[in-house]
């Protein structure tokens, strides 16, 4: 069982509509006979409302479902409703980033394309300090907070779990000066640091590589349960957008693996980051 409350927020609205569609019902149909909206049926499999554990009985004394069924889902029900750890760091996590976050502590597999900044997953303290400073507004302790969460985010790359993770970086990144050349330096050398992990790989975009297949920063999770879709991520100013439907999924899968192939290879990849650790230290 997938161990966030994101994660088995999202597990449950899999299952339920499951039954759902295998009764041959419209979430309609549901409601009318449980004495429910439609649209309430609509939020508890979508995730988009907190699902009661007396709904799930409801729906599954319904759907004829089994004990042992029911009482699984009835689980996931109540766990869902806990908090996650980076909840409890309150503003310093927007409500539209809390359920990214939940779903990347349970990704097996991360792939990440970034043409703007340093990945998250890979920015050091300062790094993260100063880029929130510059691009989200926030408080003096707000960006305390955030930056907590985010070093707290890339322990998972040195867990016992950690996912399989590609990051795929554009030299402009890189070139990109956030805070001072020293700050940059020690984010460089904490990037040539996070590389050597056995579970990571990273490759430089430099800039002669030619055209790519990629219009702006996306993430990739997948997981260990093969029920929970891959999700593709994209994230804005004040929002978020999540894709998993099939198709939505395989053409990110696609661009991602022409984004590796046009990249430099990993090996190339650590010469070009020395190479700008020297252009930064004259």
Not at 19 to 45: I, P
Not at 108 to 127: A, C, D, H, V, W
Not at 151 to 163: K, N
Request: with cysteine; proline share 5%.
């Amino acid at each position: 069982m997938a161990g966030s409350p994101t994660a088995r927020r999202r597990r449950l609205s899999i299952e339920l509509k499951k039954l759902r569609e295998a009764n041959d019902f419209t979430c309609a149909q549901v409601g009318d006979a449980l004495d429910w909206s439609g649209s309430k049926v609509n939020r508890m499999e979508t995730g988009s409302g907190r699902v009661q554990p007396s709904d799930v009985e409801a729906l599954c004394r319904f759907y004829e479902v089994g004990d042992e069924v029911t009482d699984f889902l009835k689980t996931l029900a109540k766990q869902a409703k806990q908090k996650g750890w980076w909840q409890s760091h309150g503003s310093g996590v927007p409500s539209w980033f809390s359920s990214y976050i939940g779903l990347e502590q349970d990704a097996s597999t991360f792939r990440q394309y970034q043409n703007e900044f340093i990945p998250g997953l890979m920015q050091t303290p300062k790094y993260a300090s100063e880029l929130h400073r510059a691009t989200n507004h926030m408080g003096s302790e707000d960006i305390q907070r955030a930056v907590r969460v985010r070093m707290e985010r890339q322990e998972r790359l040195r867990s016992l779990q950690a996912p399989d993770a590609w990051f795929v970086v554009h030299e402009s990144a890189l070139r990109t000066i956030v805070g001072d050349l020293s700050l940059m330096r020690e984010q460089l050398e904490a990037l040539l640091e996070t590389r050597e992990l056995p579970n990571v790989t990273l490759q430089v975009m430099p800039f002669d590589a030619g055209p790519y297949p990629a219009t702006g920063p996306f993430t990739m999770l997948g997981f260990p349960d093969p029920e929970d879709p891959d999700i593709v991520y994209r994230d804005g100013i004040t929002d978020a957008i999540y894709m998993e439907g099939l198709e939505e999924v395989r053409a990110y899968a696609r661009a991602f693996d022409d984004l590796r192939a046009a990249a430099a290879s990993p090996h190339r990849s650590t010469q070009l980051i020395n190479t700008l650790l020297k252009e930064n230290a004259r």
